[in-house]
């Protein structure tokens, strides 16, 4: 959807919040769930994904564990 | 770009846009400049920034992607060829730009440029500006492409496939020595803004059980609800800092809460220790969480604050401690204003984040640009803001609070009539007036930068909300914001730096390496905390204030690592036969050679005491030969430890200044490799897209 005036986009406000709280996530090492279960319902559709809860405990751990660089921030 | 967008008109009104953005951003820089015995409105430094990043990136950085590393939108990313859901997933830009933005932003952009306003704000302003266009955002750019193209592999592995494995071995311990010095003097700038502050301890130490709460909340109770435990922790925040007041009016509970340097030291060095042995969920990532959308909030609402308030600058253009002679750092602006600023115009640091998790999620080469140049440009923005910060203040209260009790002494008296003797005119009162509106009981020699910011920042905050009467919460939000992030760069980076010295002696003893043996994790925990430990109450014991010797040997090392990644970059360039356009980042890699060996140099040899530390020691150890004691040293053993410091100093320069050239050596040499090839040597991971093109050409 595009302004009949000025042919810019129009302001998505449900699409704007999402990106926000995905982008809020992403800050914090947790990626996007949803992404995740498209990506393994694509490609190993015999595998249960991992739940919701799961998903964050795993981005969690993986965070700041083995090696642990991906927490790594700058002074 | 598109055709649509090339028509006559829209390229007439891109060249009418354009040419006023660049009129607008001459005409701001020429009133800060010009600008001589009357204040000036912040408004007019914003928009100069704001104007030459907008220039920098439509101009500068387009050519960079599209002639000097070609850019290609038809090439798969890691993203795409190895997506796996959790690592490596195409995501959208506007999401890792914030991802990206929020793990180079730190603390040290915030606390260079108030440290650096002693020399007045336009040489600072001229610094961060150039440096950012020229060469950090283009590091953190050109960093960012090379990894994409590797897998997102990480600077260390780079550095080792494209120079060397010597090299690689010479760069680990570099990151690592690097890594140890960071970790000091943060902590230092935390003991520094919590000493003898009831109420900014209370709040930070809140934070422990609060992050606890969270951790349980998140794991247990709710699992994985960041945004409720975020909230929860938020609302708890901000009653600790609400109830940090009456902890602080309340003799008994403020002499519970009160502690000197060396005390909070040691809590500081346990605290490291045992964060990082803990499981994460419980302490480490709560506070992550709370500390990442505190920063990015605060950040934003600094932002807003100046746009609002519009304060008038009140420090000088240029002051005469232009001249090196000032009493916040020792040294003149070259090299020393360089090494000081560090972060804001470029930084090290950032080459290790855009070798990290950024790389797996670019889900198109074309991105890295706006990711890579673009986040460090709105870094380099909130670099500008501290600037701003600082030098909203009455540079009085400025230098009051930023120089040593050795030199300003110890009460509001003798610290107003030393100052106002510099030119900078203030009354006793006035300084006791500026701690009383922050509900503190001094703001003297209050070093380090943070407490400085916060007072800037409550200042602009509260002419935005609240007025005076919030003066005080905002210095406290402020320093518990500072605090708080410092505190997770410090329990997160022992960790990184725990497995960092795992890996390095697991090189030479492999049963080392094994990240879940307990006798391995707690020796390098020891090791890593041990290491940042001894700087930091080296730090903290120090008469001159520690931040006088600590910030620029954080400075020069940081410049050293991004000489470092820099010359990667340059490698990468001439391997990849594109060397016409080298200079991009070999210019700004000559300049960080000469910049950071000149101050590693300068740090040891130069002939004042209060740059070099030769000088120093010999001073010391000749005052000590004859019995004699020079302030602030009371004691011979004293006498001795400042003159051991020295030493321990001076080697740790040396070592940097060996590392860097070594590097430059390694450097040298592969380019000379890849001018003698016939073809491209550079081994960027492959896909049968680009073996088809390769195989057509």
């Known amino acids: 959807m595009s302004c009949k005036i000025c042919g810019l986009p129009a302001l998505d406000l449900f699409k704007l919040g999402s990106k926000l709280r995905q982008g809020a996530r992403l800050m914090i090492g947790q990626g996007d769930y949803d992404a995740y279960v498209a990506h393994r319902r694509a490609n190993h559709p015999d595998e249960p994904p991992m739940t919701r809860e799961a998903f964050f405990l795993e981005r969690q751990a993986s965070r700041f564990g083995e090696g642990g660089r991906r927490a790594l921030r700058c002074c | ?697």
């Not at chain 2, 422990?208 to 969270?214: D, E």
């Not at chain 2, 043996?517 to 001894?534: D, E, K, R």
């Not at chain 2, 000559?590 to 590693?600: E, K, S, V």
């Open chain 2, 1 to 697: 770009m598109s055709l649509a967008l090339a028509t006559p008109g829209r390229r007439l009104g891109s060249i009418i846009l354009w040419s006023a953005v660049v009129v607008i951003g001459v005409f701001a820089l020429f009133t800060l400049a010009t600008a001589r015995g009357e204040t000036v409105n912040a408004m007019w430094l914003v928009t100069a920034a704001i104007c030459v990043y907008l220039v920098a990136y439509r101009f500068y950085s387009l050519f960079i992607a599209r002639h000097a590393l070609g850019l290609d939108p038809e090439r798969k990313t890691p993203a795409h060829r190895r997506n796996d859901g959790l690592d490596y997933v195409p995501t959208d830009k506007y999401v890792l730009f914030g991802h990206h933005f929020a793990a180079i932003a730190g603390a040290g952009p915030l606390v260079g440029p108030v440290l650096a306003a002693q020399m007045g704000y336009l040489p600072g302003t001229l610094w961060l500006l150039t440096g950012v266009v020229f060469a950090g955002a283009v590091q953190d750019f050109v960093v960012l492409f090379i990894s994409t193209r590797r897998d997102g592999r990480s600077l260390g592995d780079l550095i080792k496939t494209e120079l060397g494995p010597a090299a690689g071995l010479v760069a680990m311990i570099g990151i690592l020595t690097i890594m140890v010095i960071l970790l000091a003097v943060l902590a230092l700038i935390v003991v520094k803004a919590l000493a003898d502050s009831p109420w900014g301890f209370f709040t930070v130490f809140a934070t422990l059980p609060i992050a606890v709460l969270m951790g349980v909340y998140g794991r247990y109770l709710r699992p994985g609800r960041i945004f409720e435990m975020s909230a929860i922790g938020f609302v708890l925040l901000i009653a600790a800092i609400a109830l940090g007041r009456t902890v602080a009016e309340t003799p008994a509970l403020a002499a519970l809460f009160s502690f000197k340097g060396e005390a909070l030291a040691f809590m500081l060095i346990f605290y490291g220790f045992v964060a990082s042995v803990l499981p994460v969920w419980f302490l480490l990532a709560p506070r992550d969480y709370l500390s990442t959308f505190l920063k990015i909030g605060t950040i934003a609402s600094l932002a807003l604050g100046i746009f609002y308030v519009m304060p008038e600058l009140r420090m000088p253009a240029v002051s005469r401690f232009i001249d090196g002679t000032g009493p916040v750092f020792a040294g003149g602006v070259f090299p020393f204003l360089f090494i000081t600023l560090a972060c804001g115009a470029i930084s090290g640091f950032h080459a290790l984040v855009s070798s990290g998790t950024t790389p797996k999620m670019i889900g198109d080469e074309t991105q890295i640009r706006f990711i890579g140049y673009g986040a460090m440009l709105m870094e380099s923005f909130v670099a500008i803001m501290a600037l701003v910060a600082a030098s909203v203040l009455d540079p009085g209260v400025y230098f009051a609070m930023n120089s040593a009790p050795a030199v300003i002494g110890a009460t509001a008296d003798t610290a107003a009539q030393t100052i106002s003797s510099w030119g900078f005119v203030i009354t006793p009162e006035a300084l006791t007036q500026a701690a009383a509106e922050v509900g503190e009981k001094t703001v003297l020699s209050r070093a380090g930068g943070a407490p400085t910011l916060a007072i800037g920042m409550a200042k602009i905050l509260s002419g935005a909300i609240g007025g005076a009467s919030m003066t005080a919460f905002w210095y406290h939000f402020a320093i518990l914001f500072e605090a708080l992030f410092i505190l997770t760069t410090v329990d997160a980076g022992t960790r990184v730096a725990r497995f960092m010295i795992q890996d390095l002696v697991g090189t030479f003893w492999p049963r080392f390496k094994h990240t879940r043996a307990w006798i391995p994790n707690l020796i390098a925990t020891a090791l890593a905390v041990s290491g940042w430990g001894w700087f930091l109450y080296q730090g903290v014991v120090d008469p001159l204030g520690g931040i006088n010797t600590l910030w620029p040997m954080f400075g020069i090392a940081n410049q050293m690592l991004a000489a470092i990644a820099l010359t990667l970059c340059t490698v990468v360039l001439f391997r990849m036969k594109r060397e016409r356009y080298a200079f991009i980042v070999a210019a700004p890699a000559t300049w960080l050679y000469i910049c950071t060996l000149t101050a590693g140099a300068e740090k040891i040899f130069h002939s004042d005491p209060k740059i070099g530390f030769l000088a120093h020691a010999a001073r010391y150890s000749g005052a000590a030969a004859e019995g004699k004691l020079i302030a602030p040293a009371k004691t011979a053993a004293e006498m001795s430890r400042i003159v051991f410091n020295d030493y321990v100093n001076t080697t740790l320069c040396a070592v940097f200044i060996a590392l860097v050239l070594s590097m430059l050596f390694f450097g040298l040499k592969s380019i000379r490799e890849a001018l003698r090839a016939t073809s491209v040597t550079t081994r960027e991971t492959s896909d049968e897209l680009q073996d088809l093109r390769i195989a057509r050409a």
